[in-house]
Every structure is written in structure tokens, then in C-alpha cells.
């Protein structure tokens, strides 16, 4: 049976440290001012050069983001950028401009480069298109079927990433401009454009979809509703991808706890080490586990909820 790679979040160097302890292949971390979250769990050079230390110490591997758009005439800045992350030996990049794929595949053609799913790759021929800029692997959209993902597999030699704890969205993940349009303020780090209330250009989503929403017109035909925004975690369909030649399972969660995440990582170690070796899991006692771990995770996250709706009100600038 194959193996199949388990990445786990790295929001700080900490969580780097417990997710290879509670047994992850690999581990991402998100470049400061690059990647689609807050600057809060992004990292600077000196704690990624710690955090790629940490990870070969155990024999794994980091992945830099950097999947938030880019701003026109930052190439200079990119490719020093990329230069820094080079010399600390990251051992791949996540991207999702394909302009920066092409520069990174030039530039250093050892380097590994994610495809991610802000890329938003739903078809075979969009992924030859990020297959011959330079990627070897892309991250499957929360949406797409375990059929279309093997497709395209087949089809492009490209290795396939699969979300098993995220958030479904409204819209593909990438492509949604709401939080834009909630609270838009602009901030440079390092001289590194940074866009607060847009996670495509690297700040924070405000979740706005998890407001109460109406629908009116001349009349009020529906009120008090969320736009869908719900967080899953994989369990049944585990098996059936190891089966398949899912090359990666990974784990989102770099603004949870690292005890939340520590524990998330271990159960999902159990859970592929045991159908791995016996070719069967008892599901029923995982999935009772997991739901304890679930209530823990759905707590924090509405706590997070909270603290990103008051700051994009300005009554906390701290995010």
C-alpha cells in the first residue's frame, strides 16, 4: 500500500514543534505578508530558518505559503524573498501566482512547488497549466469529487492534496471578495504591500458570510441566515483515498491552539498508521474521539469569529 504524506499546520514555531511530535510527515508555514492569513501566525526568516531546523531535525519537511496575490511589481521583492527561503533549504514552496511559479522553476528548478488552493484548479487543463509552470502538486478544492481529483492525476502526473480538516465555502476558497468589502485597510511589511480584510491579498478573512444575512427586495423573503461556511473533518473517506494514491492529507489550522492541533494530528497518525497496516480501522471509536476533539476546535473557532467581527467594526486592531 502506498503512503500517503500527513501535513500539519505550523501558526507558530511551537505548533511546528507538536505537529512532528504527534507524528506529521510534513509541515507549512506562512511567509510574513505572503500568505492567506494574519501576520499573527505568519512567520519571519529567523523563526522560519528555527522552523526548518525543527523539521529536519525529525526527519520532515516545511512548506513556505506564499499563496496570497501578489502586487504588481513585487517580482524584485519575490525573488529575494525566494533567495532568503533557498538558503534556509525549505523544501517547497506553496504557490498559487503562476508568474512566481515561473520565476521559482527558473530561478531554482530543485525547488518543489505546490500548487494551492487559492489556485482554484477544477479540470485537467487548468492543471497542466500549473503543471508546466513548475508544479508537481496541487491542493484539491473542498468541492471536487475523489473522481475528478484522480482525473486529473491521471491525466497530468501532478500529485494530489486533499483538505481533511477545513471550512467549505460559499465560493471556491481563493475566490471570495466579501471581507474586502467589509473593512479594507492597507499596511506594508518590509515594504511588502498587505491588505487587511482580504485573505487573497494576504490579510485576514472577517467572515462576514457567518453574519446574519437578509434577502429583500420589495418584500422580505428570507432573513436571519448564513451564507454556508462550516468546518469538516474527514474521517470515512480516508480509506478510500489512501486506496486511490491521494498523495497528501493535510490539516488546516494554523490559528487554532497547538494542544488542539497536536491532538488533531495524532488521531489522523492513528487512524492512517493502523488502515495502513491491518487494511481496516474500527471508524466508530476514531469518530467518537474525534468528535471530542471537534467541540474543542468549534469553540475556539467561534471565539475566533467573534474577535475577527470586532475588529473589522475597528473595536480591536489587533488580529
Known amino acids: 500500500m502506498v503512503m500517503v504524506e500527513l501535513l500539519g499546520p505550523g501558526g507558530s514555531l511551537e505548533m511546528v514543534e507538536a505537529v512532528f511530535k504527534a507524528g506529521a510527515d510534513s509541515v507549512y508555514a506562512g511567509v510574513k505578508g505572503w500568505s492567506r492569513r494574519s501576520k499573527k501566525y505568519e512567520m519571519g526568516d529567523e523563526e522560519l530558518k528555527k522552523a526548518v531546523r525543527i523539521s529536519h531535525d525529525y526527519g520532515g519537511m516545511l ?191 494554523r490559528e487554532y491552539s497547538v494542544s488542539l492541533i497536536h491532538d488533531l494530528v495524532k488521531l489522523y497518525r492513528n487512524f492512517i498508521d493502523e488502515y495502513t497496516e491491518r487494511g481496516e480501522v474500527d471508524i466508530e471509536a476514531y469518530r467518537a474521539e474525534l468528535d471530542v476533539i471537534a467541540e474543542k476546535r468549534d469553540s475556539e473557532r467561534l471565539r475566533r469569529t467573534l474577535e475577527l467581527m470586532k475588529a473589522s467594526r475597528m473595536e480591536k486592531s489587533e488580529i
Open 63 to 253: 512548506r513556505a505559503a506564499i499563496n496570497a496575490m501578489p502586487k504588481a511589481g513585487e517580482e524584485g521583492m519575490y525573488i529575494e524573498k525566494l533567495d532568503s527561503l533557498y538558503s534556509m533549504e525549505i523544501d517547497a514552496v506553496i504557490l498559487n501566482d503562476i508568474g512566481l511559479m515561473k520565476i521559482t522553476r527558473e530561478r531554482y528548478p530543485d525547488l518543489k512547488i505546490v500548487a494551492s488552493i487559492g489556485a482554484s484548479i477544477l479540470n485537467k487543463e487548468e492543471a497542466m497549466l500549473y503543471r508546466d509552470a513548475g508544479a508537481y502538486l496541487f491542493v484539491a478544492d473542498c468541492k471536487m469529487s475523489l473522481d475528478e481529483m484522480m482525473e486529473i492525476k491521471a491525466h497530468t502526473g501532478m500529485g494530489v492534496e486533499v483538505l481533511i480538516h477545513a471550512n467549505t465555502d460559499f465560493t471556491y476558497l481563493g475566490r471570495c471578495w466579501m471581507s474586502s468589502y467589509k473593512a479594507l485597510k492597507y499596511e506594508s511589511i518590509d515594504g511588502k504591500a498587505y491588505y487587511v480584510g482580504s485573505p487573497n491579498r494576504g490579510g485576514v478573512c472577517f467572515r462576514p458570510c457567518l453574519l446574519g444575512w437578509k434577502l429583500a427586495g420589495d418584500d422580505v423573503y428570507a432573513s436571519d441566515f448564513q451564507l454556508p461556511n462550516s468546518m469538516f473533518l474527514m474521517l470515512d473517506e480516508i480509506p478510500e483515498m489512501i486506496d486511490r494514491g491521494v498523495d497528501c492529507l493535510k490539516i488546516q489550522g
